[in-house]
């Protein structure tokens, strides 16, 4: 049973629609990867599921409930979370304030949450009282993952997690993905490192000028000499 | 487009309809006047139109700019005050006025002086200390010789030169306040230079009020001379018949070349600068300089309709220049006809500037009969019931700009829906 | 030293006091910008109202003057604080809040907040009047002077509503802390104002923060306005005066920044203050001293009273000009 289904899908920023009738679908164990050149609407694809933009045709179901054009909040409360990929954490707040806005919803304590999410980037945990603008790219970029999994949210959608970290990170970042996937949260993330991505991926979108190219396994499309030849260049 | 020329015939229509009753209610004489007046307003809202419409400027100092022209105008048009210059007055001023002129320009060098190579950090105080020694340079002679003047003639006077050139010398002063504000405040927000521009016309209105030397003050200066015969010599109706029909010419000069304009390449980079500045810019536009631009005509077109309005009242008074009266009437004209759109501005400005003058009567007969059947059933005794009921008039206006505003917001922007995200 | 007295009176004590006024209403102005991006010009007119309402609960219960020894108009200020969030919540419901759903630019926002403008001041001078009114409706202003032990020397003087301002700024700025750092709709607000984007995908609900916003701004505004109004008078014309200073204050601080607002009230209070003083008064101890062919002027202000409004003003433009971003360095809109 699929956690996330999205059919036919044509959204766009009001003008001319970047996804033009995309097909993804995500199950509650595992890592989904969308790939693809730029401006395919790998982006657009994921503010689509969080209501960021609107969807005019097609639809999106969560969990069996269609989602399409909902508020971001009901998807919170949902279960999904988002990550986006530029102004992701809040500046000025101190890092432990940037993970309890992303619990802001939830009304019960928040100990146990915060410990586990310390525990998954541990040099947060040495820093919780600085501002989160004063911290470095990739530290920023752990305090905009664990904001997102306060909710202890059932999927978790990221945007480009490893755009502008430097390659020790890129790593490091991938190995928590898998070690959150392992912890029973469900993931689809957009990369541009397609290669390295689609080696941790359970299941790979390749996306081109707004419709679906290919989708298969991460293993499957990373020996596929035409995916190889045409995306896989980083 | 047949609908839409349709649907303006049948406005103007009603409005003249609206307009020969209050002939009728009130008398010709007072009708004509209350023409007068509305065709002044008119010009206001061209002015105003073009700077919201053709450059999303929000002027909230528009009483500043038709306060100024109207000083100009007086001192250009009223008669010469003899004993003004039989004085020492003249070389008093003169020489404040040279040591702001040698001030300024001392200021302005050293301003600039870092382009010839002298140390910002020198240059910047070296400004700031010669702009602080003018101020008080300046400030100590205006002060003697204001003292004198006043003791000595009551005040300056005019030059006695013929009204339409003081309008235009109206005009172009409020041309160049304009390009002075605009050139510090138009690189930043929207809603800076509406605070910008209301302070503006505060300080405009207080330095009118308080420098008795130059414009009397409270004391007021009257009778101001008219660019037509007046009424001692044809009679009421005929010399402000005659007043309308110079200010009907002036408006039918500026909507033309305004619409001329707007059809021109000029209009067309107006309008692409308009519904998507960044682009525009990315093409090479200079945003900034054609905004100036507009500013400044805009406003100078107020001064020259605030000139005159003044002109025509007849009276000089820095007190009877109110942000109401002066800025946010022009403004539910504007809004009403539709931002950027120069017939509806002048048919806002007929249209509210009637029902504005109507309302003050309307508004006391109310307050009269409320006043007196309060008395009647509960035995008060309100005081000052006039001035509240004026109030009332106030409360309409706000009331009126917050209705439109939340029924058609949209309106406001002419042309093509910009959705801010 | 009686000079030196005069001068404490008038720009210490006289400058602590305005500089709360534009401060409290620099910290609603502030908030409004940071949460809902636009300048809020009815704020002067928020203050106004808050005094109105003070004064007519003043009226209605004249015992408590004699029952606590304070003025009834500062024993019910929370009533009138209350009064006046509601009010501000419901012009922001009415007037406000289609407009940003609609989406429009924040300069048409300032437009409708200049209708705002123009109903609050008609309506209060037609319920009011336009004369001045004394908010000490059933008691008389305390005054309290303190010798100063020096030979001729004046009195300091301060009057009762002078301290209750000084008293009520500094609990309002410690609770304003306290909600901003401790509670999670003040750390929302500060999300809000960060990142309001981010704040809506982590789930934060922008109506309570809004809502919270305009109790805030209210309260405060209400409060200035009945302390100022009580060490004055109530005049209708208040917000004339008060509504270019506080957004001086609040552009100085740094837009967005509530603890900018603070300082910038005090900058531009003192600023006022400064400008304003007849300086030939320090003078004058030392006119002995000076040769005889210099003579000090009997007025020697920066600026004249009638041009107070100048200092504001030339304050805002310097401030934009020079360093738009503020002393706290906030957004430039």
């Given amino acids: ?134 911290l470095s790219g990739g530290q920023r970029q752990m305090v905009a993952i664990g904001r997102a999994l306060m909710t202890e949210p059932r999927l978790l959608l990221l945007d480009e997690p490893t755009a502008g970290l430097s390659p020790r990170f890129l790593s490091e970042i991938f190995e928590r993905i898998v070690a959150i996937n392992k912890a029973g949260v469900g993931i689809l993330m957009v990369e541009q490192n397609a290669r390295q991505a689609l080696a941790i991926a359970h299941k790979g979108f390749v996306l081109a000028n707004g419709r679906n190219l290919f989708t298969d396994t991460g293993e499957a499309l990373l020996a596929n000499p035409e995916v190889a030849k045409a995306f896989l260049g980083g | 487009m047949q609908s839409g020329v349709w649907r303006n015939v049948f406005l103007f229509v009603c409005l003249a309809a609206f307009v020969l009753i209050i002939f009728r209610l009130l008398g010709t004489a007072y009708g004509v006047r209350m023409l007068v007046e509305a065709s002044c307003y008119a010009i206001l809202a061209l002015g105003l139109t073009i700077q919201w419409g053709y450059a999303g400027l929000f002027n909230a100092g528009v009483m500043g700019f038709i306060a100024a022209a109207a000083f100009v105008t007086m001192f250009l048009t009223f008669p010469v005050n003899v004993a003004f210059w039989h004085s020492d007055g003249p070389a008093l001023l003169a020489r404040a006025l040279g040591y702001l002129l040698v001030g300024a320009a001392a200021t302005v060098l050293l301003a600039r002086s870092r382009r010839w190579g002298v140390p910002g950090l020198l240059a910047t105080p070296a400004a700031v200390v010669a702009a602080i020694i003018t101020y008080i340079a300046v400030t100590n002679a205006v002060e003697p010789a204001a003292a004198h003047i006043v003791a000595a003639s009551g005040f300056v006077g005019g030059l006695g030169l013929p009204v339409v050139l003081g309008w235009l010398a109206g005009a172009f002063v409020a041309g160049c306040l304009a390009w002075v504000i605009g050139r510090i405040c138009l690189g930043l927000q929207s809603d800076y230079l509406a605070i910008a521009t209301l302070g503006i016309a505060e300080i405009v209105k207080a330095v009118l009020k308080n420098e008795e030397w130059l414009t009397r003050g409270v004391l007021t200066v009257s009778p101001l001379p008219w660019p037509v015969p007046g009424p ?139 006043g007196n059947w309060g008395q009647e059933v509960f035995g008060w005794e309100p005081s000052d019931l006039q001035s509240r009921a004026l109030q009332m008039r106030v409360f309409v206006i706000g009331l009126t700009i917050s209705l439109v505003l939340r029924f058609a917001p949209r309106g406001l922007i002419p042309e093509k829906v910009v959705r801010d995200e | ?146 010798p100063v032990p020096f030979e001729g020397a004046r009195d300091i003087v301060i009057t009762e509503p002078q301290i209750m301002l000084v008293a009520t700024i500094t609990v309002a700025v ?76 609040a552009i100085v601080g740094g837009v967005g920044k509530p603890y900018g607002a603070l300082v910038g009230g005090f900058l531009v209070g003192f600023a006022e203050s400064l400008a304003v003083f007849n300086w030939s008064i320090l003078l004058r101890p030392i006119t002995p001293l000076l040769p005889e062919w210099i003579e000090i002027p009997r007025q020697l202000a920066v600026v004249s009273t009638e041009y107070k409004i100048v200092v504001p003003f030339f304050i805002l433009v310097a401030v934009l000009v020079w360093r738009p971003t503020g002393v706290f360095r906030g957004r430039i809109l």
Avoid at chain 1, 83 to 98: D, G, I, S, Y
Avoid at chain 3, 68 to 88: D, E, K, Q, R, S
Avoid at chain 3, 174 to 188: D, E, N, P, S
């Fill in chain 3, 1 to 146: 030293m009686s000079e030196l007295v005069f001068f404490i009176n008038y720009v210490v004590i006289g400058g602590v006091v305005i500089s709360s006024v534009y401060a409290m209403g620099a910290i609603g102005v502030t908030l409004v910008f940071a949460i809902l991006r636009f300048a809020h010009f009815a704020h002067a007119d928020l203050m106004t109202a808050g005094a109105m309402f003070s004064l007519v609960l003043a009226v209605t219960f004249p015992g408590i003057d004699a029952a606590t020894g304070l003025p009834a108009a500062f024993v019910l200020l929370p009533v009138a604080m209350a009064l006046t969030a509601v009010l501000a919540i419901g012009l922001d419901r009415a007037f406000y809040r289609p407009l940003r759903l609609a989406g429009v630019r924040s300069v048409v926002l300032v437009m409708a907040s200049i209708g705002v403008t123009l109903m609050l001041q008609g309506a209060i001078r037609l319920f009011a009047g336009i004369h001045a009114r004394p908010l000490y409706v059933a008691s008389r202003k305390d005054v309290y002077r303190i």
């Fill in chain 1, 1 to 134: 049973m699929s956690l996330l289904e999205m059919k036919g899908v044509v959204a766009g920023y009001g003008g001319a629609a970047i996804l033009k009738g995309v097909d993804i679908s995500i199950d509650a164990e595992g890592i989904g990867v969308i790939v693809g050149p730029n401006g395919a609407g790998k982006s657009t694809a994921l503010k689509a599921v969080f209501g960021l933009l609107h969807v005019s045709e097609g639809s999106i179901e969560f969990d069996g409930r269609d989602v399409t054009n909902a508020a971001p909040e009901s998807l919170v409360r949902m279960g999904l979370s988002f990550v986006p990929q530029e102004f992701n954490v809040f500046p000025t707040l101190t890092v432990e304030e940037n993970l309890e806005m992303g619990a802001y919803i939830r009304r019960d304590d928040l100990r146990p949450a915060l410990q586990s999410v310390y525990a998954m980037f541990p040099p947060l945990a040495g820093k919780r009282h600085q501002p989160a603008g004063e």
């Fill in chain 3, 174 to 249: 410690i609770a304003l802390h306290l909600f901003l750092t401790r509670t999670r709709i003040g750390k929302a607000m500060r999300a809000m104002s960060d990142n309001p984007d981010l704040a809506r995908i982590s789930g934060i609900n922008s109506e309570h923060v809004v809502w919270a916003t305009w109790i805030i701004g209210g309260a405060l505004a209400a409060a200035a306005g009945t302390l100022l109004s009580l060490d004055v008078a109530l005049k209708p014309d208040l917000s004339f005066n008060l509504l270019l200073p506080i957004f001086a204050a």
């Fill in chain 2, 232 to 370: 001692h010599e044809l009679g009421f109706v005929l010399s402000r018949a005659a007043y309308l029909s110079l200010t009907a010419i002036i408006i039918v000069l500026i909507y033309v070349l305004l619409e001329r304009a707007w059809h021109a390449p000029w209009g067309r980079m107006m309008r692409a600068i308009r519904d998507n500045a960044t682009a525009a810019e990315a093409m090479g536009k200079d945003v900034n300089a054609r905004r100036l631009e507009i500013f400044v005509l805009g406003n100078a077109i107020i001064g020259l309709g605030g000139a005159a309005l003044v002109s025509f009242a007849g009276i000089f008074d820095p007190q009877s220049f109110t942000p109401l009266n002066h800025t946010f009437l022009i403004w539910v004209m504007v809004i009403l006809g539709g931002a950027g759109n120069n017939l509806g501005a002048i048919f806002g400005a007929l249209f509210v500037y009637c029902i504005w003058v109507m309302s003050e009567p309307a508004a006391l007969f109310l307050f009269d009969a409320a």
